[in-house]
């Protein structure tokens, strides 16, 4: 079974501003992103902490495999 990396805040909003998402506010540590495809509003929190508890980064991943492929997302949080 492949195991999750350990990825900061900033490592994670690279990864998923790849995908088309866009900053579009802060409050304090946390980002939002979102991406408008055909019509559908996507939105997604990251906070930008040094380095993101395992717990954290697994509800990421699936928060945003709701939007993104989990195919195409998998490369980037698992080794």
Same mark, same amino acid.
């Given at each position: 079974?492949?195991?999750?990396?350990?990825?900061?805040?900033?490592? !994670? #909003? $690279? &990864?998923?501003?790849?995908?088309?998402?866009?900053?579009?506010?802060? /409050?304090?540590?946390?980002?939002?992103?979102? @991406?408008?495809?055909?019509?559908?509003?996507? !939105? #997604? $929190? &990251?906070?930008?902490?040094?380095?993101?508890?395992?717990?954290?980064? /697994?509800?990421?991943?699936?928060?945003?495999? @709701?939007?993104?492929?989990?195919?195409?997302?998998?490369?980037?949080?698992?080794?």
């Amino acid at each position: 079974m492949p195991k999750l990396r350990r990825l900061a805040g900033r490592d !994670v #909003l $690279t &990864i998923i501003q790849g995908f088309g998402f866009k900053q579009v506010s802060q /409050r304090g540590s946390h980002v939002k992103l979102v @991406r408008d495809v055909t019509g559908a509003h996507q !939105v #997604l $929190t &990251i906070p930008l902490h040094a380095e993101l508890d395992p717990g954290t980064l /697994r509800a990421i991943f699936r928060q945003a495999s @709701r939007f993104i492929s989990e195919q195409d997302l998998r490369p980037h949080f698992y080794t």
